[in-house]
């Protein structure tokens, strides 16, 4: 089923990205708060808003994210324009203009 909010709102997600050996390079959870963006805003890689488009509230997902999803506009230590990057996704909430936040637990 489409996500009725797709490209309305923010989102906001949990996130861990891992360096391509394996390490942690980014957790929001570590960071004790969700991240938040626009879908379509171009605010997060193509590889993640596209995950997060179909995603429902509570729902988890792992993604392995080719490099012309992961484009950036400079890159953090550990990372190359050439790498296939993977996350851990969960939707968090739901904020669209029209109503307040759908929020999972």
Same mark, same amino acid.
Request: proline share 7%; glycine share 12%.
């Given at each position: 089923m489409p996500d009725p909010w797709r490209g309305r709102g923010s989102r906001l997600i949990?996130?861990?990205t891992y360096l391509p050996d394996g390490r942690i390079q980014f957790s929001t959870r570590? $960071?004790?708060?969700?991240? #938040?963006?626009?879908?379509?805003?171009? $605010?997060?890689?193509?590889?993640?808003?596209?995950?997060?488009?179909?995603?429902?509230v509570?729902?988890? #997902? #792992?993604?392995?994210?080719?490099?012309?999803?992961?484009r950036?506009?400079?890159?953090?230590?550990?990372?190359s324009p050439?790498?296939?990057?993977h996350y851990e996704l969960e939707l968090v909430a739901i904020e669209s203009p029209q109503e307040?936040?759908?929020r999972s637990r």
């Open positions: 949990h996130e861990t570590a $960071q004790g708060r969700p991240l #938040r963006f626009l879908l379509g805003g171009r $605010q997060v890689i193509d590889g993640v808003d596209e995950a997060v488009t179909g995603m429902r509570g729902e988890q #997902r #792992r993604l392995v994210v080719a490099p012309h999803l992961s950036r506009s400079s890159y953090p230590a550990g990372l050439n790498d296939t990057l307040p936040a759908h």
